[in-house]
C-alpha cells in the first residue's frame, strides 16, 4: 500500500463489511448504498494491491490483510465517537435532542410521565425514546442516556443510582377468584406462574429464595417483558412486578406478602463526555427525580 494514510470513510466501510459479512447488511448500517461501499472497498484493494474479502456460500470473508486493517479501523472509530461526543459535551444552550433507550416496561409505565413533566418545563428539548431489551452503546452515539436495572460495567461511562424500586407478585383479581389466594409458600406455588422463555433470571431470582424450580414450573412463558406482564393481567398466572406498577392497576392483586423479593435498581447512565452537556445533565436530574418519586397510579399506564 502507498505512504499515504487511508480515508476514514474506507476503513469505515471496511470495518462494516467485516462486521456484517456482506455489502448490503454492511450498508443497512451504515445507512448508504451498496454500490458506495463496493466502490471504498476496491479503493482500499487498489492501494493494497491484494483483495480484502473473498466470496462464501454465507457472504464475504475478510482476507488476512482485512483481518490486519479491522484493529485500527476499530481504534479510529471509537476516537471519532470520542471526538464526536466531546463536541457535544460543549454545547451549552438547551435546545436539541437528547436520545434515552430504557427497556421496554420501564418506556411503557414509568417514563411517559417524567418526559411529559420535563417537556411541559422544558419545551425546547426534543426527546427521542428507545424502547429495548438490548444493551444500547452509548460510547457510539446508539443512545446518549441509558436507564439500567442493574450497574452497569461498560468503560468510559458515568453511572448513578438513583433508586431501588420495590418488587412484588401479582396475579389478576379474576384468576384468583377462581384459584384462590396463598396464605403460605405450599400454596403460592400449587397456583399457575408466568415465567421467561430463554432467560434464566426468574429462575435465578427464585433460587435466591430458596425455590429450586425448572424451566417447566412455568406453563406460560415469553422473554419479552411487556408480554410477559399482560399475560399476567390475563390471568395467566402470578408474575413478578415493580410494585409502583401492579399496585396501580385494579385488574391486579398483590399476593404472598410473606415473602420480601429483593427491589430493582435502577442506575442511569450517560457517556463520560457527555456528562457536562447542560441539556444531557438536565434530562438526568429529570429522570432521577422522577424514579425517585413514587409512582402516582393515576398516571400508571396499562
Known amino acids: ?44 484493494e487498489a492501494g493494497l494491491g491484494q483483495p480484502l474479502f473473498t466470496r462464501a456460500a454465507d457472504g464475504l470473508r475478510p482476507t488476512e490483510a482485512a483481518r490486519a486493517l479491522v484493529p485500527h479501523a476499530r481504534a479510529m472509530r471509537e476516537a471519532a465517537e470520542r471526538l464526536a461526543l466531546t463536541a457535544a459535551a460543549q454545547g451549552a444552550g438547551l435546545g436539541g435532542v437528547v436520545r434515552i433507550t430504557a427497556s421496554r416496561i420501564v418506556s411503557h409505565h414509568l417514563i411517559p410521565p417524567i418526559l411529559a413533566r420535563l417537556r411541559h418545563a422544558h419545551p425546547e428539548i426534543e426527546i427521542e425514546l428507545t424502547a429495548t431489551d ?69 429462575l435465578r431470582l427464585m433460587a435466591g429464595l430458596g425455590v429450586n424450580v425448572g424451566r ?51 442506575w442511569l447512565t450517560v457517556a463520560e463526555r457527555l456528562r457536562a452537556n447542560p441539556r444531557v445533565r438536565l434530562v438526568l436530574e429529570a429522570l432521577a427525580e422522577g424514579f425517585r418519586a413514587p409512582l402516582d397510579p393515576a398516571r400508571a399506564s396499562r
Open 1 to 44: 500500500m502507498n505512504s499515504s494514510t487511508p480515508d476514514w470513510a474506507l476503513l469505515r466501510s471496511l470495518l462494516a463489511v467485516a462486521d456484517a459479512g456482506s455489502l448490503s447488511a454492511a450498508a443497512r448500517a451504515l445507512g448508504t448504498s451498496q454500490p458506495t461501499l463496493g466502490r471504498h472497498i476496491r479503493a482500499l
Open 216 to 266: 417447566n414450573f412455568f406453563a406460560t412463558r415469553c422473554d419479552d417483558q411487556l408480554v410477559y406482564w399482560n399475560l399476567v393481567r390475563a390471568g395467566c398466572g402470578v408474575g413478578g412486578m415493580q410494585t409502583g406498577i401492579g399496585d396501580a392497576d385494579p385488574a391486579l392483586e398483590r399476593i404472598a406478602d410473606f415473602i420480601a423479593l429483593p427491589p430493582m435498581p435502577v
Open 134 to 202: 438490548t444493551t444500547e452503546n452509548l460510547m457510539f452515539g446508539e443512545a446518549d442516556i441509558a436507564v439500567r436495572m442493574y450497574r452497569p460495567t461498560e468503560p468510559e461511562v458515568a453511572a448513578r443510582h438513583v433508586a431501588d424500586l420495590p418488587m412484588g407478585l401479582f396475579a389478576a383479581r379474576s384468576y384468583l377468584d377462581r384459584a384462590g389466594r396463598p396464605e403460605n409458600m405450599d400454596a403460592l406455588l400449587r397456583l399457575d406462574w408466568v415465567g421467561f422463555d430463554r432467560s434464566d433470571m426468574i
